[in-house]
């Protein structure tokens, strides 16, 4: 049956691929952002369309968008750029901003998904990561502002379902990537194919061992929607179980891009993860659902974007 959805972050990577999802099934969508890391660009493709509009709101600050059925929160900096330099702003859009759509669902008896992440691992000590591993993190180093926002909200929605009754849902997101990933926004597969396509360097941080999962967005969000109307209510990890080391990534990205760029090498940051993989059991068991894209089928399909992307400078 067609809803009414409120998606918050709306015009971010993984907001907008969600809007569009939604829209086609059937269903009528409100988007909110305050655009502080997401771009209206990313949701240029729905203009025009009579199911779904826009609205640049903070959700940290009071708002109703009037009777919505679902909410899907994915509204906080998620790029290790973007929660440096907004550290405070990532911690009450956790905090304050999550409360207040758990409020929202309350009021109008709606379902609720939040996107959490699987920074709430931290650093993990336990290989490859289950859901019901408390993590390893380093609650006042520089990454806290993003992994302790994220803990937060987990144990805020969870009260929100023990207290009140509200029908939520935790996704645990791993390494994603695709069409519409900010250019610039320091991760791996984004810093990779800009510099590969620009001419540069490829940096890896350490000697580039560490190892990273990475999920095509399509596959991604397919694993959300499943979520969102199963009756799971504690974390579920969504991420490619294929895992690979950093220096493995560069090579592909320098393989699918045609280029021959030399790779450098840079000081590991502080508490950066030196293992990520999920453990997706749970996944496949209740949701049925697996990933489908493989790292070389994803670069290949998110190659003409950052084309684009470098053509037109920085974005």
Not at 5 to 13: D, E, S
Not at 152 to 174: D, K, P
Request: charged residues 20%; contains cysteine.
């Amino acid at each position: 049956m067609p809803q009414r959805i409120l998606v918050t972050g709306a015009a971010g990577f993984l907001g907008s691929h969600l809007c569009d999802a939604l829209l086609a099934n059937g269903h009528t969508v409100v988007g909110v952002d305050n655009l502080c890391t997401g771009s209206t660009d990313n949701l240029r493709q729905l203009t025009g369309e009579s199911r779904f509009s826009f609205e640049e709101q903070d959700i940290c600050k009071s708002f109703d968008p009037g009777k919505v059925d679902f909410i899907f929160n994915f509204a906080s900096p998620a790029s290790p750029v973007d929660y440096s330099r907004l550290g405070v702003e990532t911690l009450s859009v956790g905090s304050t901003g999550t409360v207040n759509t758990l409020d929202l669902a309350r009021k109008y008896n709606a379902g609720y998904l939040h996107a959490s992440t699987s920074e709430c691992y931290g650093d993990p000590e336990v290989h490859p990561q289950v859901e019901t591993y408390w993590g390893n993190v380093n609650p006042i180093g520089p990454r806290s502002v993003y992994d302790e926002a994220k803990r937060f909200s987990e144990a805020v929605v969870m009260a929100y379902h023990r207290y009140y009754g509200v029908n939520t849902h935790l996704v645990r997101i791993f390494n994603t990537y695709g069409p519409r990933l900010q250019i610039n926004d320091g991760r791996v597969i984004s810093n990779f194919m800009s510099q590969a396509l620009r001419g540069e360097p490829l940096t890896i941080y350490g000697d580039g061992s560490q190892t990273r999962s990475f999920c095509y967005v399509s596959d991604l969000i397919a694993g959300i929607v499943l979520l969102a109307d199963s009756d799971e209510h504690l974390p579920v990890n969504i991420g490619n179980p294929d895992e690979w080391t950093i220096l493995e990534c560069a090579r592909q990205v320098l393989d699918v891009t045609g280029t021959k760029g030399e790779i450098i090498a840079k000081p590991l940051p502080q508490d950066d993860p030196t293992r990520r993989c999920p453990d997706i059991t749970k996944a496949k068991t209740l949701l049925g659902w697996e990933p489908k894209v493989s790292l070389r089928q994803g670069l290949q399909s998110s190659l003409q974007y950052f084309k684009d992307c470098v053509s037109a400078g920085s974005r």
